[in-house]
T-cell receptor, first 118, second 115 residues
Framework: GAVVSQHPSRVICKSGTSVKIECRSL??????MFWYRQFPKKSLMLMAT???????TYEQGVEKDKFLINHASLTLSTLTVTSAHPEDSSFYIC????WGAGSYNEQFFGPGTRLTVL | AQSVTQLDSQVPVFEEAPVELRCNYS??????LFWYVQYPNQGLQLLLK??????LVESINGFEAEFNKSQTSFHLRKPSVHISDTAEYFC?????????????FGTGTRLKVLA
């Protein structure tokens, strides 16, 4: 149980285009999802917390207009990198919390999406 | 937790030798502790966790970690490592921020098992 998927696993795009990454909880309802960014050989940096049906809460220093997050259903959150530039190239990982299991303090992670902007 | 510290960025160890990966955190409230493993170009896999109860927790592949509240530590140990244990290991603390539990990650320790 508690499986989280991400799509696509890898994406290459041209500078100036927008890219959408999907995060799905496959076997549970996730009222809260998190988006992280990981630079090469670095730790995970929390970008934003996404609650179903409401606006995402962004961490300090993260541009909300650059990284659009939508959490329209209990099983799907999307991250859209708008007008992507090479410096946005990174590994993006989502996670979700399974409220149904009462594990309010544990997150389940997706496999990540490698974004490369040319 | 205000911070999670993994002092060792890299740990080389020979196969079948024991290993300890250190994790310390700073917090004045109750926290929940996790160790995750990450293989190249993959997401995070939960290794083990401490939520409550016994302070010694074990994983199915031979790793164990002990929660030490007085020393604010959650070190990861394995008595005999395998080549396949080569990976990046992250310690994380889950703590409430204005009612939402968020993770704070350590900087990671790269375990390299040598033949």
């Amino acid at each position: 149980g508690a499986v989280v998927s991400q799509h696509p696993s890898r994406v290459i795009c041209k500078s100036g285009t927008s890219v959408k990454i999907e995060c799905r909880s496959l076997d549970f309802q996730a009222t809260t999802m998190f988006w992280y960014r990981q630079f090469p050989k670095k730790s995970l940096m929390l970008m934003a917390t996404s609650n179903e049906g409401s606006k995402a809460t962004y961490e300090q220093g993260v541009e909300k207009d650059k990284f659009l997050i939508n959490h329209a259903s209990l099983t799907l959150s999307t991250l859209t990198v708008t007008s992507a530039h090479p410096e946005d190239s990174s590994f993006y990982i989502c996670s979700a919390r399974d409220w149904g299991a009462g594990s309010y303090n544990e997150q389940f992670f997706g496999p990540g999406t490698r974004l490369t902007v040319l | 937790a205000q911070s999670v510290t993994q002092l060792d960025s890299q740990v080389p160890v020979f196969e079948e030798a024991p290993v300890e990966l250190r994790c310390n955190y700073s917090s004045s409230v109750s926290v929940y502790l996790f160790w995750y493993v990450q293989y190249p170009n993959q997401g995070l896999q939960l290794l083990l966790k401490y939520l409550s109860g016994s302070t010694l927790v074990e994983s199915i592949n031979g790793f164990e970690a002990e929660f030490n509240k007085s020393q604010t530590s959650f070190h990861l140990r394995k008595p005999s490592v395998h080549i396949s244990d080569t990976a990046e290991y992250f310690c994380a603390v889950s703590e409430s921020f204005s009612g939402t539990y968020k993770y704070i990650f350590g900087t990671g320790t790269r375990l390299k098992v040598l033949a």
